[in-house]
């Protein structure tokens, strides 16, 4: 369930299994808060919001809105967060598996909380600091845009020969290895990048795989394109491989005209 926020457009988004726990009232109070939080630079595409901070005997809790400006649903994977002071001095940092948000709409803002242990804490009562919620990494780089996918053409007989062959010289699986390959990357004219992965299986049971979180990363080690792809229900059985290329639109590619010698992938 999504309310209007007139003031910037956005849309409040709650995680699925928080809809139905949720108040109107606590909605009321989230739209009202929402409303006051600051402006942003025109052509920001995510911002973190950090609202509360509550220490625990064992945590500190720390509760923040990411705020979606994009036209795209997005996902985020893990992410280093910490809580600084106005001197850029860190106060607690910890890395956390943001997936667990869920997909976040697009034009949408979602709260959320967190839970830094106490080994991750580094100053006593923070509450009691000026304090902001930062990412350690580029913000625009670190979460994933949702990508519509569309079925690629078929392998030529001639491509599907050269997949075999390649199969054939790649070393064997180890009993129990799942091997994810990057096997072949294109950049078109029109700006989009199609990526092509090979994924060998010898684990004993099924695997179910549907959903893909990529970041392309190019010679220099830097992110040149990222995307989350829902391909529907794909069941990859022991001894078996799974072959898909992935097409990239131009608002998804970090860096046009990338070094591709030597390229990899990080999946989510």
């Known amino acids: 369930m999504n309310e209007q926020i007139q003031k910037n457009g956005l849309s409040l988004s709650l995680h699925p299994d928080k809809i139905i726990k949720t108040s109107d009232l606590e909605k009321k109070l989230l739209l009202e808060?929402?409303?006051?939080?600051?402006?942003?630079?025109s052509g920001t595409s995510v911002a973190l919001d950090g609202i509360f901070t509550v220490k625990y005997e064992d945590f500190l809790q720390v509760g923040f809105y990411i705020r979606n400006y994009l036209d795209r649903a997005i996902i985020f994977g893990n992410l280093t967060l910490k809580v600084m002071n106005n001197s850029e001095e860190v106060l607690a940092s910890q890395v956390f598996r943001l997936v667990e948000m869920g997909q976040i709409p697009p034009r949408s803002v979602r709260p959320w909380q967190v839970h830094f242990n106490n080994e991750n804490i580094?100053?006593?009562?923070?509450h009691q600091h000026k304090w902001k919620l930062a990412i350690e990494e580029d913000i625009n780089q670190v979460y994933l845009p949702k990508?519509?996918?569309?079925?690629?053409?078929?392998?030529?007989s001639e491509e599907l020969e050269k997949l075999k062959d390649f199969i054939r010289r790649?070393?064997?699986?180890?009993?129990g290895e799942l091997r994810v390959i990057p096997y072949d990357i294109k950049q078109q004219i029109e700006g989009t990048l199609q990526v092509s992965l090979l994924i060998r299986s010898n684990v004993e049971k099924s695997l179910l795989w549907q959903e893909f979180g990529i970041t392309v990363i190019d010679a220099s080690g830097q992110a040149m394109a990222h995307g989350f792809f829902d391909i529907g229900r794909n069941i990859i059985e022991a001894g078996t491989f799974f072959f898909r290329t992935f097409t990239f639109p131009p608002d998804t590619v970090l860096i046009n005209n990338a070094d591709i010698s030597n390229w990899t992938i990080r999946l989510l």
Request: charged fraction near 25%.
């Open 33 to 41: 808060e929402i409303s006051q939080l600051p402006a942003v630079e």
């Open 122 to 126: 580094f100053a006593e009562d923070i």
């Open 147 to 156: 990508i519509e996918d569309t079925l690629p053409k078929p392998l030529s």
């Open 170 to 175: 790649d070393a064997p699986l180890a009993a």
